[in-house]
């Protein structure tokens, strides 16, 4: 079965600071339980459609190295299947988010 959610960046754009925190909260959860699709607007204004995870499994293994960066809460950083890489998210451009459940 598979669940599909739409927002759009006026949502989130209008949200208050504690749903929004609620709504990150939620997406992180979910990606690190396994893959989603999130459909969202890139920086070009293009759409892209992009099967991403933060689960443990799918991550590659990496040294951990201190790196002292502040740490922006309006982007989400999630494991791009397909391209195998890092790859960045802002939550106000999401369109989408599909998942298995």
């Known amino acids: 079965m598979m669940d ?8 989130y754009k ?6 929004r925190e609620v709504f990150k909260s939620w997406l992180r ?3 690190v339980m396994g893959e ?4 969202f607007i890139k920086k070009d204004e293009t759409l ?3 099967r991403c995870t933060l689960g443990a499994g799918y991550l590659p293994v990496t040294e951990e190295k201190e790196i002292k960066r ?3 809460t309006e982007v989400l950083a999630v ?23």
């Open 48 to 50: 892209r459609d992009m």
């Open 70 to 72: 502040k740490e922006n």
């Open 79 to 101: 494991w791009d299947l397909d391209k195998n890489a890092w790859r960045a998210v802002r939550y106000d451009t999401i369109k989408e988010i599909h998942f298995d459940i």
């Open 14 to 19: 209008s949200a208050s600071d504690s749903d």
């Open 29 to 31: 959860s979910h990606l």
């Open 4 to 11: 599909t959610t739409k927002y759009t960046g006026q949502w």
């Open 36 to 39: 989603m699709k999130i459909k």
